[in-house]
DNA sequence: CTATGCTTCAAACGATCGTTTGAGTTCCTG
DNA sequence: CAGGAACTCAAACGATCGTTTGAAGCATAG
C-alpha cells in the first residue's frame, strides 16, 4: 500500500477538504478533487466508495483530531480551575485547529457548512462523534454555575457553541488587519470569546 | 402582467427560497424549482435572466423586510433606551422572520449557507444591503457601552451577530420540545440571546 | 379584426455530474 | 520466478445540469 510520498487516499482527503471548503460538497465536483490531488477520477470510488462516504471521512479525520485535544485540555484543568480556564479548553483547540496549516481553516469551513446544509445524516454523524464531548464541557461548565438552571445551561452553552463556529469560520465582518499576524489576530479572537462567553455564561 | 393569485416571479421566488434552504444553491436545481413552483423551466431564465439572478432575488426580498424592520424597532428605542433595549431591536426582528410562515424559515437557512458559501460576489452583495444597518447598531451599542474600546466593541458585536445567525438558523443542538410551542420557543431563544449579549458586550 | 408585446411551453443544446468497467500496472508473497 | 492481490488508468455509462430556441398562447391597443 501507499508509496509516494503521500498516498492517494491522503491526497484526496486533503483535496477534497480544500475544494469542499471552497465550493460546497454539491459544488465541488470529483473531477476537481482528483484533478487536484493528481489522482485518477476512479481513486474516489475505489478508496471511499462513494462521494457521500468521502465527505464523511473529511470530517471524522479531522473531528477526532479535535476532540482529543479538546478532551485532553479539559482533562489538564484542575477542579478548581476558573470558568474562564474552561471556555478556553473548549476553544482554543477550536480555534487553533482553524488555522492549522491549509487544510484547518478549509476544514472549519466545511464544518460550518455542514451545519447549514442541515442534512440530517451528516448532522446524525456529528451528533455521534461530537456531542459526548459537548455534554462533558457542559457539566464542568455547571459545576462552575452552580446559580443555573439545567434549561439555562444549555441555552447558553448553546449559544457559545453558535459564537464560536462563527468565529471559526472566520464569518464576521472583522478582518484580520495586514499589520497583525495571524497568530495574534486568532489569540485576539480566543481572548475576546472567552471574556465574552464566561460573562454570558455568568449572566444574573 | 400577473394574473394568477400568485404570479409566476413570486411562486418561483418562493420555491426557491424553500429548496436553496433545504439543498443549497449547487444542490438545488432549476428543474426542481420549477416543479415546485409549478412553472415551465425556462420561465427562470425568462424571468430572472439566470440561476445566480434568482439566487440574488431571494435574497434581496427578505433582507429588505428585515432591516425595514430593525430599523424601525431601532428608531422606536428612547434616547435613554437600555442595552437590552437595543439588542431586542436588532435580535427580535431577525428570530421573528425566522418563523414567520415556511417561508421565513427557509431563508434563514438561505441566508446561513451564504455565510458558508463564502463567495465573493454574494458577500458583497449582503454587505452592501446590510453592512449600513449593522453600522448603525453599533454606534448606539457604543453609546451604552462607554467603557469599550472600538476594537473592542467591534469584536464584540461581531460575536453578538455570530451567535444570532447561529440561533436565527437552529443550528444549535436545542431542539423545540413538543410540549413548546413555536412562538414560546422563539420567545426564549430571544430572551436567552438578549441576556447573554448584553452581559457579554457589558463585559469588563 | 389584426397587430403587437408579454408570457408560457415542449424540446433540445452541450456540458458536466457520479459511477462503473475492464484492461493495465505495480508490488508483495510464496 | 510465478501468481495474485492491490492499485491505477482511460474510457465510457446514463443521468442531470443551466441555458437557449422557436413556436404557441393570450392579452391589450389601434
Known sequence: MSGTPFSTKQRILEA???LFARHGFAGASL????SAAKVNLAAVNYHFGSKDKLIEEVFRRRLDELNRRRLKALEALQDDASLE?????????????????????????VLARAYAEHNDQLRAFLSNNYGHVLKRFTQVFAGKLPHLSRDELYW?????????????????????????SERE???????HLIRF????????
Chains 1, 2 share one sequence.
Open 156 to 180: 447558553r452553552t448553546d449559544i457559545v457553541a453558535g459564537a464560536l463556529t462563527y468565529a471559526m469560520a472566520d464569518f464576521g465582518i472583522i478582518q484580520r488587519r495586514p499589520n497583525v
Open 85 to 109: 480556564e474552561a471556555l478556553s479548553a473548549f476553544i482554543t483547540p477550536a480555534l487553533e485547529l482553524a488555522h492549522e496549516g491549509e487544510g484547518g481553516a478549509a476544514f472549519v469551513r
Open 197 to 204: 462567553a464566561s460573562a454570558g455564561l455568568r449572566a444574573d
Open 185 to 191: 489576530h486568532r489569540a485576539q479572537a480566543i481572548e
Open 31 to 34: 473531477r476537481q478533487v482528483t
Open 16 to 18: 477534497a477538504e480544500s
